[in-house]
């Protein structure tokens, strides 16, 4: 297994969805990924539910805090000082949805929306560092900032947490750019573009799997929907889908052998 007991400044470390339905989100989730929900009995946790896959913490569910808010995942990018980060983000031209705050003894966060629209949390470690596997099936492997202004979030991103920005030929008309820190891909950046539709700047969660044809297939027996693939990638094959409540995420399976 991968397993995780840290994460570095700058690297996502936890993912969460929001639902209106957390008993359809949970029983999809289980379904479709194997997931074990261990939901906080106290009242003040608000009915949030982390996901377990072999007994190890991968991601969590959480009610909505306000009506009319839809079904959606966060990214959350470690942070060594959240409160400096607030103030980074502030500076680079971001906004904060929520100040700074402690949540119980696990860490400390903010949720922000960058210059372009995107919707983030930060995380500072307290005795909740994150997820505690990743990059296996059934758990994150990858998260990637997408919007229609590239030039515009990576010069937020790199003012904030430090990143270098790469490229990678991915087959596709525009390059598919990279968060570095150092020598280690830390997440994308994708260029979100008119053939797209209405897809909103967000941050995208990518699930790994060891089939993506199989997950896709799943995920609508569960009541989801396929909205994209499966394709294969230059780095496996993946697929865009949407959960039973209706927020999207995607799967990448290894590349086939030929």
């Known amino acids: 297994m991968t397993e995780f007991s840290s994460y570095a400044h700058g690297t996502p470390c936890w993912v ?35 996901f377990k896959l072999r007994g190890k913490y991968v991601a969590a569910a959480s009610p909505p805090q306000q009506e009319g808010i839809p079904s959606h995942w966060t990214t959350y990018i470690a942070s060594d000082d959240v409160d400096d980060t607030a103030a980074k983000i ?21 949720v922000a929306q960058d210059p372009t629209g995107a919707i983030f949390g930060v995380w500072q470690a307290g005795t909740h560092h994150g997820a505690q596997l990743a990059n296996e099936p059934g758990s994150f492997q990858w998260n990637e900032c997408e919007t229609g202004d590239v030039a ?26 990279m ?66 409540t209706g927020a999207a995420f995607q799967v990448v399976a290894p590349p086939q052998e030929s």
Request: glycine fraction near 12%; hydrophobic fraction near 40%.
């Open 16 to 50: 969460d969805v929001t639902s209106p339905d957390l008993d359809k989100t949970i029983e999809f989730y289980g379904g479709l990924f194997g997931w074990e929900a261990d939901q906080d009995p106290r009242p003040e946790a608000g009915g949030y539910t982390m």
């Open 90 to 110: 502030r500076d680079a031209g971001g906004t904060l949805l929520a100040e700074p705050f402690d949540v119980f003894d696990s860490g400390r966060m903010t």
């Open 152 to 177: 515009a979030a990576a010069d937020f991103y790199t003012t904030v947490f430090g990143y270098s920005v790469d490229q990678m030929d991915m087959g596709q008309e525009e390059p598919y750019r």
């Open 179 to 244: 968060f570095m820190l150092g020598d280690h891909r830390t997440a994308g950046l994708f260029k979100i573009t008119d053939d797209m539709g209405d897809v909103p700047p967000n941050w995208m969660t990518v699930f790994a799997v060891a089939d993506a044809d199989a997950a896709a297939a799943k995920a609508k027996e569960l009541g989801g929907e396929l909205l994209f693939g499966p394709q294969d990638i230059p780095v496996g094959r993946f697929a865009v889908l949407q959960d039973s």
